[in-house]
């Protein structure tokens, strides 16, 4: 199974340094490919310019976040479709901050995830726990609930990705120990067997704090398919180092 390294470069990136940030990833890419697999989700704003720049070098493009309805009055949205004109073939969907901020629940992110396939997109479907529901050990039970509620049913593993990402680990520097990290993986491969049509195959990627200290370590726990990052993957070297500890 080939990893996968998606860098979620989140509400962050203008123009000029977007490009420059994706050009230098395209650029390493060129001078030394990696075994993994790269995605690079910007903005929306930058999706097409980042694709020109990263056109030929084998990187991948993806979006943030997209709508139940394929087109239609929703002013402020993005449809399936459009980020696939951009030259997408990944979407995050389900990310606690959108969870959180936008009150989406999962019936709200299984609507996505079915708009997204339907649009010829791969998923990445976030899910984890909040600092309270590890305090109250319902980690896992909380992991089950979001991954039986927010995926829609029998998908391959060439439209669903899974990333376990800890609330309480996202941009606080903390992260599980690899023990836990392998804890949670294996329970969401255990839990994918009744969700997924090849569940061996769907890669379960790790995210919360993810930085080359951690990457290598945590890349070689078991069901860890790779990582989703975040503030790391808008410096380039760290981005890489992550992606290195990949293959």
């Given at each position: 199974m080939r990893k996968l390294v998606a860098g979620n470069w989140k509400m962050n990136g203008l123009m000029a340094d977007g490009v420059a940030r994706a050009r230098d990833l395209a650029a390493r890419a060129k001078a030394k490919p990696l075994a993994c697999e790269i995605v690079?989700?910007?903005?929306?704003?930058?999706?097409?310019?980042?694709?020109?720049?990263?056109?030929?070098?084998?990187?991948?493009?993806?979006?943030?976040?997209?709508?139940t309805a394929a087109a239609g009055p929703h002013t402020g949205d993005i449809g399936a479709p459009m980020l696939k004109d951009a030259g997408c073939s990944y979407v995050i969907l389900g990310h606690s901050e959108r969870r959180q901020d936008h009150?989406?629940?999962?019936?709200?992110?299984?609507?996505?995830?079915?708009?997204?396939?339907?649009?010829?997109?791969?998923?990445?479907?976030?899910?984890?726990e909040t600092a309270a529901?590890?305090?109250?050990?319902?980690?896992?039970?909380?992991?089950?609930?979001?991954?039986?509620?927010?995926?829609?049913?029998?998908?391959?593993?060439?439209?669903?990705?899974?990333?376990?990402?800890?609330?309480w680990a996202i941009g606080s520097g903390r992260t599980p120990t690899a023990q836990d990290v392998g804890s949670v993986h294996a329970r969401i491969r255990e839990t994918l067997?009744?969700?997924?049509?090849?569940?061996?195959?769907?890669?379960?990627?790790?995210g919360g704090s993810v930085k080359p200290a951690n990457a290598r370590d945590l890349a070689a726990v078991a069901n860890v398919d790779g990582f989703l990052v975040g503030g790391a993957s808008l410096n380039g070297d760290e981005f890489w180092s992550i992606a290195a500890a990949c293959g």
């Open positions: 690079l989700c910007p903005p929306a704003t930058l999706l097409v310019p980042v694709a020109q720049a990263i056109a030929g070098s084998g990187l991948g493009l993806g979006g943030q976040d997209c709508h009150k989406e629940s999962d019936a709200i992110v299984r609507a996505k995830a079915v708009a997204a396939v339907a649009a010829g997109l791969c998923a990445i479907v976030c899910v984890g529901e590890r305090a109250s050990g319902r980690t896992e039970a909380t992991v089950v609930r979001e991954l039986q509620n927010s995926l829609p049913p029998k998908l391959s593993a060439a439209a669903l990705v899974v990333a376990y990402e800890p609330v067997r009744d969700l997924a049509a090849d569940a061996a195959a769907v890669r379960i990627l790790y």
